[in-house]
């Protein structure tokens, strides 16, 4: 089995040696880069299969290297910072980030982080390139063509347009943090401003009426802190 290989873009020595022992342990190949200049020649010379990438770095911050590496590869990107302002996690996750976590990272959580990120690219690299017809969401099963969500007993889930596209959004984008502003401007086709909450709004109207249809499936919309919302549930597309 191949080994999984990780760069990680981290000036701070103490941080450097600990992640890349906790990496080590649980069977990566780790790859260091302390400076941002050096990740596009390490990935033009090195099978690199994700990327943990610090937001600030000496010579420049991790959105600029982000945006370099997104102009030649879709390698997943997990971003790390100390910045907890919703604007900054929002820019990472907008502009390429597959998900992003706030230090001090926790071993555990970057692991779970790192795998989840891993086995989305995996799923979306073997995926069929035709657009999924449907997907098979737990106890749902969203049919895209005919636009129509049914239960377990293949009952009609009655949504409004907006929430059938917002769980499609969802669907499409399982287990990856969106945030308020790209979900707002994706489904109601609307700049977002801070002070706009219809997102979620439309968020609690989506959960609620698909708790009527399968109990307990609202809980796979989880919000996300200062940011938005994931979907965590289990998705065929199909």
Wanted: without cysteine; neutral net charge; glycine residues 6%.
């Amino acid at each position: 089995m191949k080994t999984i290989h990780v760069l990680i873009v981290e000036d701070d020595p103490i941080t450097q040696k600990r992640l890349s022992n906790e990496l080590a342990r649980a069977g990566y190949q780790v790859t260091v880069a302390p400076l941002g200049r050096q990740v596009i020649p390490i990935l033009s010379t090195t099978p690199i299969d994700a990327v943990i990438l610090d937001v600030n770095l000496p010579d420049g911050d991790g959105f600029s290297v982000m945006a370099d590496i997104r102009r030649n590869s879709s390698v997943p990107i997990l971003m790390a910072t100390v910045r907890s302002a919703e604007v900054d996690q929002m820019r990472g996750l907008e502009n390429g980030a597959d998900d992003y976590m706030i230090k001090p990272l926790s071993g555990r959580e970057l692991l779970a982080r790192l795998r989840n990120i891993l086995r989305r690219s995996a799923s979306s690299n073997s995926a069929p390139k035709s657009p999924p017809q449907r997907y098979v969401l737990d106890a749902l099963v969203l049919d895209i063509h005919q636009r129509v969500v049914t239960d377990s007993h293949g009952d009609p889930v009655p949504l409004p347009d907006r929430l059938f596209e917002l769980l499609q959004t969802f669907a499409a984008n399982s287990g990856r943090p969106l945030s308020r502003s790209w979900l707002h401007e994706t489904i109601n086709k609307q700049e977002w401003t801070p002070t706009n909450r219809s997102i979620d709004i439309q968020v609690s109207r989506l959960r609620s009426k698909l708790e009527e249809a399968a109990p307990g499936f609202s809980g796979y919309i989880k919000p996300v802190r200062n940011v938005g919302y994931r979907f965590t549930g289990d998705v065929k597309p199909e």
